[in-house]
């Protein structure tokens, strides 16, 4: 083995330098340049295998193994792929033991699965186990820091599934930095993702946040992994959601959601259902829309609050959709909506803690601000989604008769959406407004 070296690593992208600096050569972060001793990885270490034919490869692009939550199968895409690495973060206390070791038992029978702790005894995965019943007893488990012992036992065992409870606790014999350092996060990262790949085993990693709510290490982890998710829980709520953020065999931005009960988590196969669970008749300054989150649609309610300003400055606040686009469109409210809102303080929320990115908002958040302003509900029943632009056009959506579609099943009566988006058949039930103008919506809205 090659004498270590000592070098400068930043601890936000994992950049090298051979002198302390004040900033990063390479993110221009500043006073993120840690000492660090690295150590050259002999290349006989690696080893090396010969290339492959692609006539010789297996043509089964669709293997999958299936964990046993619908929810948790949607978000990954369908189920774990052999070969990939799938990252999971969140919030200390969130779930992440809990909800892998649930999956690691409910895999199918003939899977062999390593369950390899660093930070629990066995004693307290096997009490865990009982806790949420836990039936596969064949599981095998392994407390350990050591990730050439981690390696070595999964190989002996024959592991199709590994589980690595976290990521931030392994350390590499090759590297003399400590537990959780950037340049162990990549050594370690790196050989497991390696080992993956050239065995087709399927790791299941946990990894810790920062205060940030990203996850701890360099940028370059995320981006080595197959799968990154993430962990989104309301400390009010006893729901969880799920969402990836990276998906190479799936959509980046599908979610699942769970509901933690005392023996585990239970998955929620209509949040639809969970998020409108509190709405009841129309009350002034809320109004439902239809979100499309990953590959399905999802009836949330906007709540909005116009309030007279107590100082020069009016607020702008919103929770669950982008703040900058709230100002925006308040601004296309006074240009074209006819209302006075300079000196009113507006706030607007997403019920449930749930995050829309996307601008089918626009439009329901809108007619949430009016109706919150005139202090009037809007129409019973009604739900409403569209982009709307600048000079007070409303624009069509993605996926329109999809939305349109979970709205009726929910039960809903009307829908006000952007002409582009009405639909070629007539839903049963569902009455369809198409509006091509903001003030074409306010009036449907507000109709006796």
């Keep these: 083995m090659s004498k270590p070296r000592t ?37 006989n270490q690696r080893g090396s295998r010969a290339p492959a034919r692609l006539a010789d490869l297996i043509d089964d692009p669709d293997k999958r193994f299936p964990t046993g939550f619908a929810e948790f199968d949607r978000v990954l895409g369908g189920g774990l792929v052999p070969g990939s690495v799938v990252l999971l973060g969140g919030d200390p206390g969130v779930g992440k033991s ?26 307290q995965v096997a009490q865990r186990s009982h806790r949420i ?69 399927t790791v299941l990693l946990i990894g810790h946040v920062t205060k940030e709510g990203a996850i701890a290490g360099p940028r370059v982890v995320e981006h080595m992994v197959d799968t990154v998710l993430y962990f989104e829980s309301d400390p009010s709520s006893r729901y969880t959601v799920v969402r990836a953020v990276k998906n190479r065999f799936g959509a980046s931005s599908e979610m699942g959601v769970f509901a933690m009960t005392e023996g585990g988590f239970r998955e929620v196969s209509n949040p639809s259902a969970i998020f409108l669970s509190g709405h009841g008749p129309a009350r002034p300054g809320s109004v439902i829309s239809v979100a499309w989150e990953g590959s399905r649609p999802l009836l949330v309610e906007i709540q909005a609050l116009v309030a007279e300003g107590v100082s020069n400055y009016p607020k702008r606040l919103a929770q669950g959709v982008d703040q900058s686009r709230l100002a925006l469109l308040v601004a296309v409210l006074q240009r074209h909506g006819g209302l006075a809102l300079t000196q009113e303080d507006i706030f607007v929320n997403v019920v449930g803690g749930l995050r829309i990115g996307e601008t089918a908002a626009d439009l329901p ?44 099943k929910q039960g809903f009566k009307r829908a006000i959406v952007p002409r582009a988006n009405l639909p070629r058949r007539k839903l049963a039930g569902l009455t369809v407004i198409p509006v091509d103008r903001l003030t074409e919506a306010l009036a449907a809205a507000f109709e006796d």
Aim: charged fraction near 20%.
């Design 7 to 43: 070098a400068y690593v930043c601890t936000a992208c994992g950049a090298h330098s051979v002198k302390w600096q004040g900033q990063c050569p390479d993110c221009d972060a500043w006073n993120t340049l840690e000492q660090t001793a690295i150590a050259a990885t002999p290349r």
């Design 98 to 123: 809990t909800l892998l070791q649930q999956v690691a038992g409910r895999l199918p029978p003939g899977l062999n699965v390593c369950y390899a702790t660093g930070e629990e005894s066995l004693r």
């Design 133 to 201: 019943g836990m039936e596969n007893t064949a599981l095998r488990l392994l407390a350990d820091t050591s990730l050439d012992n981690i390696l070595q036992q999964a190989t002996e065992a024959r592991a199709q599934v590994i589980v690595i409870d976290s990521i931030q606790t392994v350390i590499a014999e090759t590297i003399s930095s400590a537990p959780g350092s950037v340049s162990q996060l990549r050594e370690c990262v790196g050989r497991i993702v390696q080992h993956a790949k050239q065995n087709e085993v």
């Design 365 to 408: 958040v809108l007619i949430s601000v009016v109706s919150s302003f005139r202090d009037r509900p809007p129409a019973e029943g009604l739900v409403s989604f569209g982009e709307v632009g600048l000079a007070g056009e409303v624009r069509p959506v993605r996926f329109g008769t999809e939305r349109l579609a979970e709205t009726a």
